[in-house]
């Protein structure tokens, strides 16, 4: 019997729906079988063993169950796909009844070390173990301990930790706006105004979905932070313009559009737009939560242009799936914010803080770099090879391992198929790119492997005609 299960046990077992939930009073090893089959489970040197068969502990017995008893509870933001996900081990999830898929998803971006890799969980269980939460009214060495780590491996000089992405750059506005407020005090206006690019993509919070490209996010929530303006993604011409008029307190880009479609800026564009916030006086943001961490390649995706913002957002892959997201600026940026002007209870608890700090150890080694480099570039060589002669394939790009195929058509029947066939992708843009998005550790097999199923899955399109 594992310790955790013990653990769980007496709290719980005051509520009698909760217990026929948690099916207590069973044997554990009568919990711990998928189809007759044990789930994959994870063990750490410090004893801490996964309860097996996480689905039926919860007593769940099916994925139908789990969909239906969704439909019912959850408020409805999310078209999930119908897979109940229960454990996962590497590159590969299990769900409810045992099906085995191979992840290209990673959790949309974010787990770069896979699932249950043995470094992060014993970072976890030993950080839970110690202290998990102690609020930012105190000190916490993991969070100190990240922060410089940050700061050593980046342009940065200073740290501000948020729970997610959309916080990053709810805190890079604030930011942006109390910097240029310090810098013109003398001024009745100063600077307060934003500018942001076609297909971008910044969150969900009210700032951050200001910022946000996509109109149909925004409608219905209207009226967001006003002085938004959006550009072309890629157009200098029209940045110019704006940005002379002197009202823009930040240029918000992401260098590798995720969500968008997967678009890479162009060098010239970075360049310009660093150049262009100089004189301007405008602060430049670079939206990494996607791109950032390794994923391209480069610890920061920005690395491979040579350009460095003021501000740099962070979130999705930094604690390997638990909630964090970071702000990196510079202290001209830093020096600007007093107490009491942004702070959060969660954000930069030792928890998340030291599993940060064992996902940061492993991605910015230059092997691991190299590793995710090569295995981009092989897979999109394989992938150019397998799927280009379909004529419904206009284009395969994306640098490392954010991989975008853009088709003529919706993606969702070539996911829904890839899904089928035990094969987890996301679609991007306006629904036309299917994303690729695997783990950083996956290996040339398991992306050989994908790149079979997404040819046969792709042929669905011709099917369905
Ligand atoms: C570039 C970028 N910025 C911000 C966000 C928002 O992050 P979160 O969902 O953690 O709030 C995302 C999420 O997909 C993103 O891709």
Redesign the pocket.
């Known amino acids: 019997m594992s310790s955790l299960y013990v653990s769980l046990k007496t709290p719980i077992s005051q509520s009698s729906c909760l217990r026929r939930r948690f099916n207590l009073g069973r044997e554990p090893s009568q919990l711990c079988r998928i189809n007759g089959q044990r789930a994959p489970t994870t063990c750490v040197s410090v004893g801490v063993e996964a309860p097996e068969n996480a689905g039926k502990k919860l007593g769940f017995l099916t994925s139908k169950e789990v969909i239906e008893a969704e439909a019912k509870y959850l408020v409805g933001t999310y078209a999930r796909a119908p897979v109940a996900v229960v454990s996962g081990k590497g590159s590969k999830l299990y769900d409810v009844e045992g099906r085995e898929y191979l992840d290209l998803s990673s959790g949309?971006a974010v787990n770069a070390l896979g699932h249950g890799d043995e470094d992060w969980l014993k970072a976890v269980i030993e950080q839970a173990n110690t202290l998990t939460h102690v609020s930012n009214i105190y000190y916490s060495l993991p969070q100190v301990e990240l922060a410089e780590r940050l700061v050593a491996s980046s342009f940065a000089d200073r740290v501000f930790f948020t729970n997610?992405?959309?916080e990053a750059?709810e805190a890079a506005i604030k930011f942006a706006r109390k910097f240029q407020r310090n810098l013109h005090l003398d001024v009745k206006r100063p600077a307060t105004e934003f500018i942001a690019f076609s297909n971008c993509?910044?969150?969900?919070t009210m700032g951050?979905l200001a910022l946000t490209s996509k109109e149909h996010y925004r409608s219905p929530f209207e009226p967001v932070m006003p002085g938004v303006t959006f550009v072309e993604y890629g157009n200098i011409q029209a940045t110019k313009e704006l940005i002379q008029r002197g009202k823009t307190a930040a240029v918000f880009v992401?260098p590798i559009q995720?969500?968008g479609g997967i678009y890479s800026a162009t060098k010239e564009f970075l360049q310009f737009l660093r150049a262009a916030c100089d004189e301007a006086g405008a602060l430049l943001v670079f939206?990494e939560?996607?791109c950032g961490l390794g994923r391209t390649g480069y610890l920061w995706a920005h690395e491979a242009y040579g350009v460095f913002p003021d501000i740099m957002t962070l979130?999705?892959p930094l604690a390997g799936g638990l909630p964090i997201?970071a702000v990196l600026l510079t202290e001209r940026i830093a020096s600007a914010i007093a107490y009491g002007d942004h702070g959060s209870t969660f954000a930069g608890g030792p928890l998340v803080c030291n599993a940060a700090l064992a996902v940061l150890d492993k991605i910015s080694k230059p092997d691991f770099l190299s590793s995710v480099s090569k295995k981009g570039f092989h897979f999109k060589e394989i992938l150019k090879q397998k799927l280009g002669g379909n004529p419904h394939v206009k284009e395969i790009r994306g640098p490392g391992l954010i991989i975008g195929i853009e088709l003529d058509v919706s993606g969702s029947p070539v996911v829904d198929a890839c899904r089928e066939s035990g094969l987890l992708v996301l679609t991007a843009g306006k629904g036309n790119v299917v994303r690729l998005v695997p783990p950083l550790i996956i290996t040339e097999d398991e992306l050989s492997q994908a790149a079979d199923i997404l040819y046969q899955a792709l042929l669905v399109l011709d099917e369905k005609k």
């Open positions: 949309i997610s992405g959309t750059n993509f910044h969150g969900r951050a992401e995720g969500e939206d939560v996607q979130a999705k997201g």
